[in-house]
């Protein structure tokens, strides 16, 4: 019980962020977990409550707290909508860490947050290694998607239908970029983060090549490290720090006008996160410089949707939730596909809604994070489209997946990939 | 607490996975939107069928278990603060809408159907639903039916119980009971479905509901007109039903939720206007022109400074933005709010306005005063902050002064936020003694041994 306390005074400095929620209970449109379970546990309102419960020693056991608190797709839905402005990313990324700091973490994400993430090396170096091994472990599940599942049930992998990591990551394809400022006068540093350099190389060099046809300068520096996202949401604010440090020093130390990633989550980390979590100096790195690649084509190079006659593909688009939530971005990446003069947007039924993917989610709520996938697969389907489209690779990890699993054999492409091919 | 073997039977009625028995679980089911007391359940369940939902009911009565049933947990009066040791049921698993009949224009749905997914439906098939809640994005039908609630159209279309033709319930055996029906005209019994309404989860739990549909209206016009008195806004809401125009919408912001809400969006509002008047008129084409014009020059006589007509939907769409803002911007300003809900009869809003101006300014309280001024349905909010116990006790006065101004103005305590356990020490104040003893006895005759939701609206447990 005394321990309680201890917990209860740690929490104590929610308390200002938590009464702000006024339990109108209108997160209950919005939270994709809570529209698969029907628990109030789940839904924002739940989660602040229980956490203002502990606070306030209402509650025994932090166990069940902490389950229900990384129940959560970090997709910042909610926080988009509420109408009382409740700071729930911060709260929710806050009470991580005070609960892991409390409960501990489990050996496996010790190893993983605290001796291999921190180290880009030794991480680029154990991936290309599996990457040469993958193809013992998996089958060809639906070749036009390019995904495949797992022939045996390694308990991570269950019954996924994996994209494989890619057989030269980008890192290895192009090690690093310093070109100036061409005729558009403007240089930017590119920060093409994790899943791009190691599952889709083909990204990043779709906006290498977006670059050099609009003759804008790059700076890409060797040895960049993980945004950091995945260590602060599982509450390693250490962890986070040291990578986000590791940035910040490589990306000063070059010149550039903005810092552009084709990244949702490492958008929105960079964006919102880093100024507010990180304990130390950011350098040339600041908010105001960092954008998603699609807002910076459409914002700062001024590209314009192409207006033609001819008859156009439909592409069903998928908002990432980092995006459409968290950095507000919509039109640009809409209007980057029908900037290429080839694809028109097909909007998908119900509105925009998260794929069900937020990291480490997917990972600990395969079931849950299945369900709310499916569902967007279908609807993604029920376009018609003979192709779709996002602005994320996370999210073109899970879409593949739940594609495949939906039987939608329709490819999944990044929006930079759709407008390099007309280059 | 029910002991292993009840909580085996309620798992044998709706699946072990639909039984929740955490700690984590109960403490999310403790509270609604009301700011009151917390109170954890012992048991929650959540049946998907209509049949486990009557056995729910049928096992709490035979084991002397309070039940709590729950939709979305809107209310803002603590209709669904459980009892401890009682269970909570959840209505959210039965949401199917059975039927859209676009020839005899009702529906059938089940209880725990989202307003606003309803009402969606409903539109797609070119009819209108239109009781529309500030809520209606989250609460259901069974809650709007309980808590009888009302919205933005209720001046001209009416609230929820206009629109109630039939309620099939549960009694407390289990029984199913049927009332109402799908015709216009039915009079076969006791109007039970009537009964149902704004009950509060206290007299039976629905199963079903047949609701009415209307045309929608084929031209809307908003407006919006600036006023530097409150006396002569709420005249101008007086002479707009005295020509006899009725608008589907009058919605009223005092200066202070102006400020705000300007201070929030930035959309150019006037901040020195002491009211704003928000006017919707709908209907046929050249009657809502001809109103629209007549309603613009009432205005202007009241000496209204500027009234803005929207020429087109974004204009529209900007208007009721605003009032859209009220309370996330008001929300905004200080940790806790309050969202009373006093209604006086339209004529007296006037005096209702000083009165709240009198009360913020002896109790040292800031409230921002909006709501369906048609209607004299206003919600005084109270900004405050629910952990300075000091300034807490000055609210709860303040609250009791607006409820005795209320009624002495020949109003009632609740327009539409219903009584549960916020109010229900008040009632005697409106009604007498006579009204609530009346009600206490049918109800010990309908529950006898009062699990329905007890303590709500009829005042503290006496057992
Ligand atoms: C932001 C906000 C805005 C609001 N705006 C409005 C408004 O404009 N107008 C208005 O009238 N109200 C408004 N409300 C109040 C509230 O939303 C309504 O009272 C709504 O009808 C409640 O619906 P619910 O599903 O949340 O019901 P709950 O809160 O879950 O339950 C309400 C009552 O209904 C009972 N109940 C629920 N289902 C059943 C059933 N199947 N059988 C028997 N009893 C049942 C419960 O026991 C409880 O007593 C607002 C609330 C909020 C938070
Ligand atoms: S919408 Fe915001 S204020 Fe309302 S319950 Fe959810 S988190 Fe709280
Ligand atoms: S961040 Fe997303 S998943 Fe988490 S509570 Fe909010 S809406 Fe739900």
């Known amino acids: ?423 | 607490m029910p002991n292993d073997s009840l909580q085996k039977e309620f798992a044998a009625v709706v699946g072990q996975e639909n039984v929740m028995t955490g700690e984590s679980d109960l403490h999310a089911y403790s509270y609604d939107s009301a700011v009151l007391d917390q109170v954890s359940p012992a048991m929650v369940v959540r049946p998907e069928t209509s049949e486990a939902l009557g056995r729910v009911v049928k096992l709490c009565n035979e084991n002397d278990l309070k039940l709590t049933v729950r939709g979305a947990g809107t209310n803002l009066s603590g209709g669904t603060i459980p009892h401890s040791g009682g269970i909570v049921c959840l209505t959210n698993a039965l949401n199917k809408v059975l039927e859209i009949n676009e020839d005899d224009l009702y529906a059938v749905v089940q209880p725990g159907v989202i307003t606003a997914q309803f009402a969606a439906q409903v539109a797609a098939k070119g009819l209108l639903y239109p009781p529309d809640p500030g809520s209606q994005a989250v609460s259901t039908l069974g809650g709007n039916v309980a808590e009888n609630a009302g919205g933005l159209r209720a001046l001209k279309y009416g609230v929820t119980k206009d629109y109630v033709m039939g309620v099939d319930f549960f009694d407390v055996n289990g029984e199913l009971v049927h009332s109402g029906s799908k015709t216009v005209k039915c009079v076969t019994g006791y109007n039970l479905s009537g009964l149902m309404v704004a009950s509060e989860g206290t007299l039976g739990v629905f199963e079903k509901l047949i609701l009415k549909l209307v045309p929608p209206p084929k031209a809307i016009k908003s407006m919006m007109a600036e006023f530097d008195d409150v006396g002569a806004a709420s005249q101008t809401v007086s002479s707009i039903i005295a020509a006899k125009i009725v608008p589907a919408t009058l919605e009223f912001m005092d200066n202070f939720t102006i400020k705000t809400v300007e201070n929030f969006r930035g959309a150019g509002l006037n901040t020195e206007a002491a009211a704003l008047l928000l006017i919707e008129v709908d209907g046929h084409p050249a009657q809502v022109e001809d109103d629209a014009s007549q309603v613009e020059a009432i205005c202007k006589e009241h000496g209204a400074g500027k009234v803005t007509v929207a020429k087109d939907a974004n204009q529209r769409a900007a208007v009721w933005q605003a009032r859209r803002d009220a309370l996330p911007a008001l929300a905004r300003v200080k940790p806790t709010t309050v969202l009373e809900d006093a209604t006086v009869p339209r004529s007296k809003i006037p005096d209702m306005m000083q009165a709240l101006k009198r009360i913020a300014r002896e109790y040292k309280l800031t409230i921002g005063t909006f709501g369906h001024a048609g209607d004299g349905n206003l919600h005084p909010t109270i900004l405050t902050d629910i952990r300075d116990k000091e300034e807490w006790k000055r609210v709860e006065k303040a609250i009791d002064a607006i409820f005795d101004e209320a009624l002495a103005l020949g109003g009632t305590l609740s327009g539409e936020h219903g009584i549960g356990l916020a109010k229900s020490k008040y009632m005697h104040l409106e009604y007498g003694t006579a009204a609530i003893e009346y009600s206490r006895k049918m109800k010990s005759v309908m529950d006898p041994k009062n699990i329905l939701n007890p303590g709500k609206m009829l005042g503290p447990l006496l057992t």
């Open chain 1, 1 to 423: 019980m005394a321990d309680i306390k201890r917990l209860a005074g740690m929490l104590q400095e929610l308390d200002d962020l938590l009464t702000r929620c006024m339990r109108c209970g209108l997160c209950q449109a919005q939270c994709p977990v809570f529209a698969r379970t029907g628990r109030e546990a789940d839904v924002t309102r739940g989660k602040l409550a229980l956490l203002s419960g502990l606070s306030r020693e209402m509650l025994t056991d932090p166990a069940q707290v902490r389950e229900k608190i990384d129940t959560c797709l970090l997709c910042g839905t909610c926080e988009a909508n509420c109408p009382s402005g409740v700071k729930v990313t911060d709260i929710f990324l806050r009470a991580r860490a005070i609960l892991n700091g409390y409960m501990g973490l489990s050996p496996a994400q010790r190893l993983i947050f605290r001796r291999m993430l921190p180290r880009p090396k030794l991480m680029n170096a154990l991936l290309s290694m599996s990457a040469l091994f993958q193809g013992l472990f998996s089958k060809e599940a639906d070749p036009v998607i390019g995904s495949s599942c797992a022939r045996f049930n390694a308990p991570l992998i269950r019954d996924r239908h994996f994209k494989k990591l890619a057989k030269k990551p980008l890192h290895r394809q192009v090690p690093s970029v310093d070109t100036p400022a061409g005729a558009s006068g403007l240089k930017v540093a590119f920060f093409p983060g994790c899943l791009t350099d190691k599952i889709y190389p083909g990204v990043g060099l779709a906006a290498l090549k977006i670059f050099k046809h609009h003759q804008v300068g790059v700076y890409m520096p060797a040895g960049q490290a993980c945004c950091g996202i995945p260590a602060l949401s599982s509450g390693e604010a250490d962890a986070f720090s040291s990578l986000v440090r590791q940035n910040a020093e490589l990306f000063s130390a070059g010149k550039w006008d903005y810092l552009v990633t084709p990244c949702a989550t490492c958008t929105a980390t960079m964006h919102k996160l880093w100024p507010e979590y990180h304990r130390g100096s950011l350098g040339r790195v600041i908010t105001d410089n960092i954008m998603d690649v699609s807002q910076f084509m459409i914002d700062v190079l001024g590209v314009k949707p192409f207006q033609n006659e001819a008859d156009k593909t439909p592409v069903a688009y998928h908002d990432p939730c980092h995006l459409r939530n968290t950095m507000k971005i919509t039109a640009q990446p809409r209007s980057l596909i029908e900037a290429g003069g080839r694809h028109t947007v097909a909007e998908l039924p119900g509105g925009p809604s998260c794929c069900g993917s937020g990291g480490s989610f997917n990972l600990k709520h395969y079931k849950l994070s299945t369900e709310i996938g499916l569902e967007k697969a279908r609807a993604i389907g029920a376009t018609n489209a003979p192709v779709a489209a996002t602005g994320c690779p996370a999210c073109m990890l899970q879409l593949t997946d739940m594609m495949s699993r939906e039987h939608v054999s329709i490819p999944i492409r990044h929006v930079l990939e759709l407008y390099a091919e007309n280059l």
